[in-house]
């Protein structure tokens, strides 16, 4: 994640419950009590309404009732009496529906400020005060009915990543509910030259998950001008536990984001499509004035060995997870999410700053839910996190963090090139050195024997081209040498090759080869996209790219207008060889097992690298017929020359499933007989007996 929402806060000293001194901080920490009971801050009913906070620190806490979600008095102060373990209680005895409240509490006898509190599950306008509603009210039409889609396992999964008003913003989609939750739910929705969008491409292209950029409450879109253009990816939380306003039909009514919410996770779940929710728990947007600084002051942040405040965000401070309450929020979160929205999955924001006690935690959490819940993150930091390296969620950790998935930076770099500079290109575009990169990521992340330092070697002295023994060579043998096989199983690689972060594929390539023709675009994207859809981690696709999306170079969108961000539709006509494609490889995978073994002992027994006549060049071999797969000994070749390449196979008969830029797994594309594949330049071949 890079610097992603608009409060940056400067490095401040630590508030009231810190010390000048980490370490002290921390022992003053570990003494706050630990609350174990329920942790509800408001229960409605009509006879009374229940409020709890927990402000261990806090000499007094009151609850403001308003009549409004904004503007206006508190019409009445209700004084909270403190219970056990830090928890504040009050009730108010009559019918409260509809009304709006906020909690402020008192510590070193200033009153630290209004928030809706730590857990608010509905909320006015713009996320200043908590409501009270009916939540039978919430739910729509077969709410009750609504199951998740069927996954027998994780190895399964294809992740698709969409940011709400991308997706839906342009009026060529034929989308009525434009850049809002609802628009998910639409059918039958088209542009005017007849090409299918919204939820029915989605249906289209036949993904199985759909990851939505953060739908909780945000901070930086002000939900009182949305009559404005107004843009941001949302990586600012304001409150967790609550869907964006901006995204409703209507934000100054509580109930209606979530209703909209659950009608759009209902309409994908109906389309077969099951939901991700992208969580940032690793920051706040601000810390002053935030909902966790106002209540416990110093104890939901990390600080430095100086007492200012951490960030390994990136983005002015960094949560502690480690803290027992902070982790209960965490787990209390999720499973909130899982339950109430019936969410599938959740996307962890810069995972790497969390620790690998929580993670685990809230993966057990969610097993005792449904443990087809699926859970990933980015196994890094932005800065150094101020936990050891041993106890974070990073990559390196992995074997620490079963049926937890994470990012493949290793297999995206090696196909597009290194994020830290957007001119240099890898694999796709014929730089030498990436083929080890890109056998990493084909691998899922985990030990093979064929991916080693004396292989690697061999492979060198065997091959027969002059150019083995340059530049390339030696960098295939450095990258094998330097490879960490992080994952113990293949469900725990995501494999792709860009994202919201930094340049989307087709300017990624129009970046790294200037001047480069629609048609080697074109050539070149299938080209990373069949290494994503072949490799055995959990592929992941940015949405947009099966149309080759342009955002005109703008490598941290962030804030970018619809101009830049919003999904062109009328590329789905002009680009239509492409979705094809990429269509076709979505339809490859989920009907052969081959691709999708999902076990790092299958894949070490039947994965095999073959050996290839030139640099550049990848090509494998699926030995038998992996999970009762119909197709036998399958193989990939990813040749990224300018040249056609030969490469030797078993002899026998082989079926084609993709040849010269054209994928067909039913009817296939012709037969060859012989023991040598002919791959053309710039392309991918694959076939089967």
């Known amino acids: 994640m890079k610097l992603k929402h608009l409060v940056v806060m400067s490095m401040m000293t630590v508030a009231a419950g810190c010390t000048s001194s980490h370490q002290d901080a921390q022992t003053t920490f570990d003494k706050y009590p630990v609350y174990d009971g329920e942790w509800e801050e408001m229960v409605y009913a009509p006879s009374v309404t229940k409020f709890s ?21 508190a019409y009445r102060m209700v004084k909270m009496e403190p219970a056990s ?14 009304k709006f409240y906020t909690f402020n509490v008192k510590i070193d006898d200033v009153w630290q400020g209004d928030t809706p509190g730590l857990l608010a599950k509905a909320v006015g306008v713009n996320g200043d005060r908590a409501a009270i509603i009916d939540w039978g009210a919430t739910n729509p039409k077969g709410w009750n009915e609504d199951k998740r889609p069927l996954l027998k396992r994780f190895s399964d999964i294809i992740i698709y990543e969409l940011h709400h008003r991308d997706f839906s913003i342009d009026t060529v989609a034929g989308i009525h509910n434009r850049g809002k939750f609802l628009a998910l739910t639409e059918e039958g929705t088209k542009t005017y030259l007849g090409e299918k969008t919204g939820l029915d491409h989605l249906k289209e292209l036949g993904v199985t998950h759909v990851q939505l950029l953060p739908s909780f409450d945000f901070s930086s879109v002000d939900e009182t001008k949305l009559d404005k253009p107004q843009y941001n990816w949302g990586y600012d939380p304001k409150n967790y536990n609550v869907p964006e306003g901006s995204y409703a039909t209507d934000p100054y009514k509580p109930d209606v984001r979530i209703r909209e919410f659950k009608q759009m996770v209902m309409a994908l779940h109906r389309a077969g499509i099951r939901v991700v929710m992208d969580v940032v728990y690793n920051h706040t947007a601000i810390i002053k004035g935030s909902n966790f600084e106002r209540t416990v002051p110093g104890y939901f942040y990390r600080t430095d060995d100086e007492g200012k405040w951490a960030n390994a965000s990136g983005c002015g401070n960094e949560t502690a997870s480690e803290r027992p309450m902070m982790r209960r929020f965490m787990i209390e979160s999720v499973c909130y999410w899982a339950r109430e929205y019936h969410i599938d999955g959740f996307r962890f924001d810069l995972m790497g700053i969390h620790d690998i006690e929580t993670m685990n935690e809230i993966r057990r959490a969610l097993d005792r839910i449904d443990p087809t819940i699926y859970i990933y993150g980015e196994g890094w930091a932005a800065n150094r996190p101020q936990l050891p390296d041993s106890l974070l969620a ?46 990493f990521g084909l691998v899922g992340g985990t030990a093979h024997p064929q991916l080693s330092v ?16 340059t530049e390339d060579s030696l960098a295939t043998v450095k990258a094998e040498r330097e490879l960490h096989f992080w994952a113990t199983q293949p469900d725990q690689l995501i494999s792709y090759v860009s994202c919201h972060d930094d340049l989307c594929l087709a300017d990624r390539l129009k970046t790294t080869l200037p001047g480069l023709s629609e048609q080697e675009m074109n050539a070149l994207a ?15 696709w940015y949405a947009g790219d099966e149309i080759l999306r342009d955002k005109q170079g703008v490598v941290n969108s962030y804030k970018s207008p619809d101009a830049v961000n919003a999904i062109d539709w009328r590329r789905k006509t002009s680009h239509h060889d492409f979705f094809d494609y990429v269509r076709g490889l979505i339809a490859m995978r989920k009907a052969h097992p081959s691709f999708c073994m999902g076990d790092a002992s299958l894949i070490a027994k039947h994965l095999e690298f073959l050996p290839t006549p030139a640099s550049n060049v990848v090509a494998f071999r699926i030995k ?28 026998g008969r082989y079926w084609i499933a993709c040849r010269d830029g054209r994928v067909d797994n039913v009817l296939g594309l012709g037969t060859l007989t012989g023991n040598v594949l002919t791959v053309a330049p710039r392309t991918a071949m694959i076939v089967h007996q």
């Open 53 to 73: 906070l927990w402000a261990p620190t806090a000499q007094e806490v009151r609850v403001l009732l308003y009549e409004k979600g904004q503007g206006g008095s």
């Open 85 to 98: 373990d830090g928890m504040w209680q009050a009730r108010v005895d009559e019918d409260l529906k509809g």
């Open 394 to 439: 990073m990559k390196k950790n992995a074997p620490q963090l079963p049926h937890i998935g994470m990012f493949c930076d290793e297999m995206r770099d090696a196909l597009r090139g290194p994020w830290n500079d957007e001119s240099k290109g890898a694999f796709v575009i014929g730089r030498m050195g990436h083929a080890a990169g890109v056998k």
């Open 454 to 469: 004396k292989h690697a070697a061999a492979s060198v002295q065997s091959t027969t081209l002059a150019d083995s023994l």
């Open 526 to 540: 299938k080209l990373a996209a069949t290494a994503v859809f072949t490799s055995q981690g959990i592929p992941f």
């Open 624 to 651: 038998g017929s992996p999970a009762g797969d119909s197709w036998l000994n399958t193989v990939v070749v990813l040749n990224a020359r300018t040249e056609p390449v030969q490469v030797n196979v078993p002899e």
